[in-house]
């Protein structure tokens, strides 16, 4: 089959395509624990104190999770180690990791990465990048109702939203891992609207028939 990861900003509905997905293709699903993460809320209460902290327990879950992945290959993970760089380039820019952490942070990743690329599946065949708006963002943050992410709890987060979107497109245009796809959150609403789910697998499923991950006459049974 295929290993299938999902990109995207916090809200996205990363997890709930992934769930979507593999029931579809009938593939594994990986999901990054975010309610059981014992650093996410000490980040979003300090910031600066944990923004290396936090970095690096995804950095550790994501490689595990890409490493599992890629040798069952057949899976979709709705975060991966891909994407990792970007959230914590960012705190860097705005001043919350130290040169030190900063260089520490890279030499980790470069590590996993050359580790990845010695395995027999060096790569995921699809990226899915899920394309949002920041206010489709933050109606679907509002949604699943995390305290700890509500612009109520802290207003500070609307720049850091803001700022977090701004991002993605540079780094999707850079990704050359495989191939890459992305759905525009904001036109399917794909946790919602039944249609626009079926339209967005139809989208998927033609892009795996493409790379020559699905049989050209591949059918959902």
């Known amino acids: 089959m295929a290993v299938i990861v999902l990109s995207g900003p916090i809200g996205a509905g990363k997890s709930s395509l992934t769930s979507i997905l593999s ?3 009938a593939t594994d699903p990986f999901y990054e624990s975010v309610d059981d993460n014992p650093v996410l809320p000490l980040f979003y209460e300090n910031p600066k104190k944990y923004a290396f902290l936090l970095q690096v327990y995804f950095l550790n879950t994501r490689f ?3 490493k599992k992945a890629l040798s069952a290959d057949n899976n ?10 970007l959230f914590f380039q960012m705190n860097a820019d705005i001043g919350r990791a130290t040169k030190e952490e900063v260089t520490t942070y890279y030499e980790l990743l470069d590590g996993m990465m050359a580790e990845l690329k010695a395995m027999p599946k060096r790569q995921p065949d699809l990226l899915i990048h899920i394309h949002v708006s920041y206010e489709t963002m933050i109606k679907r943050i509002q949604k ?19 700022r977090l979107l701004t991002y993605y497109k540079p780094w999707y245009d850079q990704y050359n891992y495989s191939p ?3 759905i525009d959150g904001d036109k399917y609403d794909f946790m919602n609207s039944a249609d626009d789910c079926d339209k967005v697998l139809k989208m998927i499923v033609a892009k795996l028939k493409e790379v020559g991950k699905l049989p050209q006459d591949w059918t959902k049974l």
Not at 76 to 85: C, G, H, P, T
Not at 144 to 158: H, I
């Open 23 to 25: 029931k579809y293709l």
């Open 64 to 66: 595990k999770s890409i």
């Open 76 to 85: 979709v993970l709705d975060r991966s180690i891909y994407e990792d760089a």
């Open 144 to 162: 699943r109702g995390r305290k700890y992410e509500q612009l109520s709890y802290d207003p500070t987060l609307e720049d850091y939203y803001k």
């Open 180 to 182: 890459k796809m992305v």
